[in-house]
């Protein structure tokens, strides 16, 4: 069955990185697009980045302003997200997912916290 | 940007009765190729998001059937024919038609009474 596995979440300082994994099994990785979404304390889904199954194309939410990357390595199967000039808004839960029809199965989800 | 904006944000339902949940987006999404990506989602208290219905009405493996999705252009219902308690939570509409960006409802709250 799909298995989607995030980790890299932690507490972070502002300003500071973090690059977030998402290990995907139980379905063909290299044939699917993936999205991050996130979700912060309390509050609803927003989407963050979406890349197309080979790498060839990445799209992000205007809100982040080029401080987040998407990337992945089919060979292994996972997913990335590096976060730059993290801000205390960037705070929440992340949450890979793969593209079926849209959005269709999700992680379990990693927790950002940043704060000083 | 597609605004979707869900109706009711809280809903508190009996078990065993009925439930239903509007969305409603800011422009028609059906495609160009006649396809309309308007999905549902369910969450759990302190679990992540799962996908009941997608394309409007099709419902993912192993989704009872007592969840339907309707609608079509800018109006959508999810619909639950009998409640039960496992379907506490918050519901998500999202479209997937008009991207970037895949834009969600704010959610609605359902509860029991």
């Known amino acids: 069955q799909v298995q989607l596995v995030e980790s890299g979440g932690g507490v972070v300082q502002p300003g500071r990185s973090l690059r977030l994994h998402c290990a995907a099994s139980?379905?063909?990785?290299?044939?699917?697009?993936m999205y991050w979404v996130r979700q912060a304390p309390g509050k609803g889904l927003e989407w963050v980045a979406f890349?197309?199954?080979?790498?060839?194309?990445?799209y992000y939410a205007d809100s982040l302003k080029g401080r987040f990357t998407v990337s992945r390595d089919n060979s292994k199967n996972t997913l990335y997200l590096q976060m730059n000039s993290l801000r205390d808004e960037d705070t929440a839960v992340y949450y890979c997912?793969?593209?079926?029809?849209?959005?269709?199965?999700w992680g379990q989800g990693t927790l950002v916290t940043v704060s000083s | 940007d597609v605004v979707m904006t869900q109706s009711p944000l809280s809903l508190p339902v009996t078990l065993g009765q009925p439930a239903s949940i509007s969305c409603r987006s800011s422009?028609?999404?059906?495609?160009?190729?006649?396809?309309?990506?308007l999905s549902w989602f369910h969450q759990r208290p302190g679990q992540s998001p799962r996908r009941l219905i997608y394309k409007v009405s099709a419902r993912d493996s192993g989704v009872p059937d007592r969840f339907s999705g309707s609608g079509s252009g800018t109006d959508f219902t999810l619909k639950i024919s009998r409640v039960e308690a496992e379907d506490v939570g918050v519901y998500y509409c999202?479209?997937?038609?008009?991207?970037?960006?895949?834009?969600f409802g704010q959610g609605t709250k359902v509860e029991i009474k």
């Open positions: 422009q028609s999404l059906v495609d160009s190729d006649g396809n309309t990506f």
């Open positions: 999202m479209q997937g038609t008009h991207w970037p960006p895949w834009t």
């Open positions: 997912a793969n593209n079926n029809d849209a959005i269709a199965y």
């Open positions: 139980g379905f063909t990785f290299s044939t699917y697009g």
């Open positions: 890349l197309e199954y080979d790498g060839s194309k990445e």
